[in-house]
């Protein structure tokens, strides 16, 4: 479609983008001077009965928002066997066309937190976006506030959440796969936190131009959809706080249980990590000089020198010398010593001792006494017999006044009664001595 056709009585001025569905038109309202968004559906898509329900259901889900941060829908109809819908038109750019090093992580995180007011306010009237990604949010100079205005479009699989009629194909993922939550993956029941977290991966994307996990096929980006932890943004991005992984690891759990409460929510956090001042780098510990030891130069060991071996010589022992012979002296018989005259002159000629004058003196040796160490007890030398002995001397002369006692006492009542005892027989010191002992058994006395 050209400038200057018109189509269901608005006047095409010029092409604002093209999808897979249709393309969307800058016209002017055939009745009301304003511009607005011509949305037409291609015309080799009307036929699709699912395509063609979707196409409707935007414009009537959509109608039923009223939000500053959502895209207002005006109309929709049929021309032609060909469906259209007229919304807001927004004289600005989307989100995906701001590279990220042009975008300064705070107003990607107002970028963040408009989107999630207008997302919990669908939420609240039961509507899913199910497509949130940074080429469905508007940006806009807004004309009274001279600010920016984010604007949130695009409800094209929007669905009510309690809706269950599934107007997609079993299997069919009509996400866009780089932000799609693994609830959308995997066909499972989706709530708000779905749409939480493909805000979370456009946020990735804002802050660091990627998104969270990238592969070369689809398969691999499901695969990280699935099982890969959310790698850390601060890295990608210098100066960008090390909390703001902990909040995207969050927005990102693979469980919707493990996700925040809400998009706002969210968006809060994301506005802390970023208020937190950065953490200063440790400051390098200062170098001290050090000592300048001089080393003694390290002198490699001498290699050994082989031993070769020697032959063996047996030498022979030197021939020993006769020892010449000293020729002795001749002495004559007249200078011969006379031994007995000559050595008896110096003995005295009598036997007498020497006397006590010329003795002499005998000094005995004195001796130091030897040294106590410290601490060392120094020995008494006991004095007297030893104790033992007394006792033992004590005690065998009272067994010898016992038995001398006890003999005398038995003597005495013997001699008293006139007759031995029966069965005592006396035996006289003699008959002892003489061995004449025939008592057998029976007790003696001996008589003194």
């Excluded at 963040?112 to 080429?135: F, M, Q, S, W």
């Excluded at 749409?195 to 660091?208: E, G, I, N, R, V």
């Excluded at 006044?401 to 038995?410: C, E, G, H, P, R």
Aim: proline letters at 12%; aromatic letters at 6%.
């Amino acid at each position: 479609m050209r400038s200057g056709d018109v189509f269901a009585g608005y006047v095409i001025e010029r092409e604002l983008g093209r999808g897979g569905m249709g393309s969307v038109y800058l016209a002017k309202h055939p009745r009301l001077p304003r511009l607005t968004a011509l949305k037409l559906l291609n015309q080799e898509m009307f036929s699709d009965d699912e395509i063609r329900a979707r196409f409707i259901r935007e414009a009537d889900l959509v109608a039923q928002l009223d939000h500053p941060n959502i895209v207002t829908v005006y109309d929709r109809g049929t021309e032609d066997e060909q469906l259209w819908i007229s919304m807001q038109y927004i004289d600005g750019v989307n989100a995906s066309a701001v590279p990220a090093t042009a975008l300064p992580p705070q107003r990607a995180a107002q970028i963040i937190g408009e989107t999630a007011k207008a997302l919990d306010y669908a939420h609240g009237r039961n509507v899913l976006h199910r497509d949130v990604k940074p080429a469905n949010i508007l940006l806009a100079r807004s004309s009274k506030t001279g600010g920016e205005r984010v604007y949130l479009t695009d409800f094209g699989i929007a669905r009510l959440r309690d809706d269950t009629g599934h107007l997609t194909q079993t299997g069919t993922v009509t996400a866009t796969l780089a932000y799609a939550s693994p609830e959308q993956l995997t066909g499972a029941t989706l709530d708000g936190r779905s749409d939480q977290y493909s805000l979370a991966c456009t946020l990735f994307q804002l802050l660091t131009g990627t998104v969270p996990f990238e592969g070369t096929s689809p398969a691999a980006v499901i695969r990280g959809h699935l099982q890969q932890p959310p790698p850390p943004v601060s890295p990608l991005r210098q100066g960008l706080p090390r909390a703001l992984d902990g909040v995207l690891a969050r927005a990102l759990a693979k469980r919707p249980a493990d996700r925040y409460r809400s998009c706002v929510e969210f968006a809060a956090a994301v506005e802390r990590a970023l208020s937190t001042p950065p953490v200063p780098p440790r400051p390098p510990t200062p170098v001290r000089p050090q000592p300048i030891v001089a080393q003694q130069p390290v002198v490699a060991p001498r290699p050994p020198t082989p031993v070769h071996p020697q032959p063996v010589i047996q030498q022979q022992p030197p021939a020993r010398q006769p020892t010449p012979a000293t020729p002795r002296p001749q002495v004559a018989p007249s200078q011969r010593p006379a031994y007995g005259p000559a050595y008896t002159n110096q003995i005295p000629a009598t036997n007498q001792m020497p006397s006590a004058n010329q003795m002499p003196s005998y000094q005995a040796p004195t001796y130091s006494p030897r040294p106590t160490p410290p601490g060392y007890p120094v020995p008494q030398r006991k004095s007297g017999a030893p104790i033992g002995w007394i006792v033992f001397g004590i005690v065998a002369v009272l067994i010898v006044l016992i038995i001398v006692v006890a003999v005398i006492v038995k003597a005495s009542k013997s001699k008293a009664d006139g007759q031995p005892a029966p069965g005592v027989v006396t035996l006289s010191f003699e008959s002892y001595l003489n061995h004449d002992n025939a008592l057998g058994d029976k007790p003696f006395r001996i008589t003194l």
